[in-house]
């Protein structure tokens, strides 16, 4: 589509974005009535600047649906994925919803080359976490086979990636690794793997780590992003050429700015990747904080396709990790910490990338008189701490009582996290 | 006939235990007897020494975890048997043993017990007339 006809597409669809979150969500007719704007501010996507930005916070603040802007009855779906501290962040979607993200969902994989003869191998989590139902929901659209494995059991996952000849493989880039290796191990030989390309996201990873999927699994790896809050994966995707990911923006409009000064910075320029979603009914947001640092290029790419492209993210700009594909906070640690009376909250989160999994390590101090003289007290804190953390964060976890005092203290923010990882 | 054992809480990092070790040896401090219980990710440094508040100070000052835990110590004859009797007069009165160690002076042997029930314990070894030692006395050992 012609940049032009593109942008006025997008000004009318922010102008109905904005009525419909000014007359239908309190939290942003509030805001918008603070900063003295009304719906009829906003004409084209030359004013986005001027509304406020929504930042996960704010999600957590309205938890679970005050920010919906249509009754629950019309919500179809729901689902979850880590907020800062205990509470999850929640999306809802419409039945209308529900065919955007297929939608996006769809060119997401049309441009990893996959269509109705694909069979696609989803190795994403399925559950409240957005990746295997985009995936799935996308793999029907284009009228693929598709085949939800979901996470774990990996000899499981090698018998059917054989036995089923799957195309298209949809997982983390860790995992892909790891799959890798395992079916090194299991000995199966490149001839009985019909594999051909992999549609690989949720955290960041290198052209390395692309080049040693490649390689290892003798396909195309192509890099996808999304996040749960703008609708899930399908929000942006590589095409063949892999020189950038692919935005819809006629969905979800980026802007880059300065996650300091907040302004907006000109094309071309690296900062915080922020989003409003233009065509969203349950969960509209306005100018999404992502975190995500990357740059923007709008020249047509190779491939023909004009819709503006991001490079693969560079970094955060906040202190969230991403383990196993699943979000974590360290705030998070610290509050399941601050509630036990045995420890002091002086932790280190060690993260780890062994034989391409992340792993992640927490060693806390115990409280001097706690200590007494038994190995079975110890050994149960141990499993407690270990518990507590597991069911808050969704994720496993190695708990080490290290002694007190051996934890470096700062002056300043002291140093939560070593992330060993190199990809 | 309670005796104070030192129990020191151990990371298992290398040279923790080296470190407990020339602490206690920089005052010329005693040890008479020495047990590590370890699990794969930390250890409990028990040491019955010879003056356990002094030590205890001394380690607490070193950044080291201690507490001081109520033990009983008998005299017996250097056999097995003996050994057996003592924790067969415990289990009949129902006293549990949470651990023991011993250690020989010469023909005779040192056991020491943690028991669920200090106090009873006394009782039924004193019934039993064993020979409990004084702590003052265990600790010139």
Known sequence: ????????????????????????????????????????????????????????????DNYPFSLFAVPMSEIVRVHASSGT??????????????????????????CAGADRNDFIHVAYGYGLFTGGLGLHYGGEKIGASVIPVSGGNTMRQLQLLVDFGSTVLACTPSYALFIAEAIEEAKIKRDQLKLRVGVFGAEPWTENMRREIEQKLNIKAIDIYGLSEVIGPGVASECM?????????DHFYPEIIDPVT?????????????????????????????RDLTRLHYERCRCGRTMVRMEKCLGRSDDMLIIRGVNLFPSQVESVLLEMSEIKPHYLLIVD????????????????????????????LRQKIQTNLESALGLGIKVTLVEPKTIERSEGKAKRVIDNRKY | MIVHQLSVFLENKSGRLTEVLETLGSESI?????????????????????????????????????????????????????????????SDQDISIEYTYAF???????????????EAAIKALKDHEMELIKASDLYKL
């Open chain 1, 241 to 249: 050429m892999q020189e950038g990911l692919h935005i819809s923006e």
């Open chain 1, 262 to 290: 907040l302004e907006v910075l000109p094309e071309g320029k690296t900062g915080e990747l922020v989003f409003t979603t233009i065509t969203k009914e349950g969960l509209p947001l306005i100018r999404y904080r992502t």
């Open chain 1, 85 to 110: 501290t205990g509470k999850p962040t929640v999306v809802g979607y419409t039945r209308r919803d529900i065919a955007t993200w297929s939608e996006v969902m769809a060119r997401t994989l049309t």
């Open chain 2, 30 to 90: 005693r040890v008479t007897a020495l047990s590590v219980a370890d699990t794969t990710e930390f250890g409990i440094l028990r040491m019955i020494v010879s003056d356990p508040a002094r030590a205890k100070e001394l380690l607490k000052n070193r950044q080291f975890t201690v507490n001081i835990t109520d033990v009983i110590s008998i005299m017996a004859p250097n056999e097995a048997k003996y050994y057996a009797m003592v924790l067969r007069i415990l």
């Open chain 1, 353 to 380: 990338r062994i034989n391409n999994l992340d792993t992640l390590e927490l060693q806390v101090e115990i409280d001097e008189s706690y200590f007494q003289d038994k190995i079975s007290q110890l050994q149960s």
């Open chain 1, 1 to 60: 589509m012609d940049r032009n006809e593109l942008k006025k597409v997008q000004s009318e669809r922010l102008s109905e974005t904005v009525e419909r979150v000014y007359f239908n969500v309190p939290y942003y007719r509030s805001k918008m009535q603070e900063a003295g704007l009304g719906p009829e501010s906003i004409h084209s996507t030359d004013d986005l600047h001027k509304l406020p930005f929504t930042t996960k916070q704010d999600l957590r």
């Open chain 2, 104 to 118: 020989s002076v010469g023909e005779k042997s040192v056991i020491i017990l943690r028991c669920s029930d200090t």
